[in-house]
Nanobody
Framework: QVQLVESGGGLVQAGGSLRLSCVSS????????MGWFRQAPGKERVFVAA????????RYADSVKDRFTVSRDNAKNTVYLQMISLKPEDTAVYYC????????????????????WGQGTQVTVSS
């Protein structure tokens, strides 16, 4: 059974930092695109960031550019989201997702492209 397990969420003051981690149980993780999405209360799930299978190509939502950094460690089947200069509007449940069609494909911002999802980790930024 495929499992993606996020960790690292929590409560932080505005301007603070957090690093989210997501460990995948998928054997072929190293060939897959990995993405991060978030869902704020009462809103739909939206794209945050994604990284290709090599770690060399990344993609970000405009709202997080220059503040968030996505990276991966294929030896550990883990993807990270480093978040700095956090704002109250970053408050949401953050989900990692895995796209099996990773080789030679540009990371997508569409949730429909992702095949596996984690349960999410809560990030709360206080003002």
């Amino acid at each position: 059974q495929v499992q993606l397990v996020e960790s690292g969420g929590g409560l932080v003051q505005a301007g603070g930092s957090l690093r989210l981690s997501c460990v995948s149980s998928v054997r072929t993780f190293r060939r897959h695109i990995m993405g991060w999405f978030r869902q704020a209360p009462g809103k739909e799930r939206v794209f945050v960031a994604a990284v290709d299978w090599t770690g060399g190509t990344t993609r970000y939502a405009d709202s997080v550019k220059d503040r968030f950094t996505v990276s991966r460690d294929n030896a550990k089947n883990t993807v990270y989201l480093q978040m700095i200069s956090l704002k109250p509007e970053d408050t949401a449940v953050y989900y990692c997702a895995e796209d099996r069609d990773g080789l030679g494909v540009t990371p997508s911002a569409s949730s429909f492209e992702y095949d596996y999802w984690g349960q999410g980790t809560q990030v709360t930024v206080s003002s």
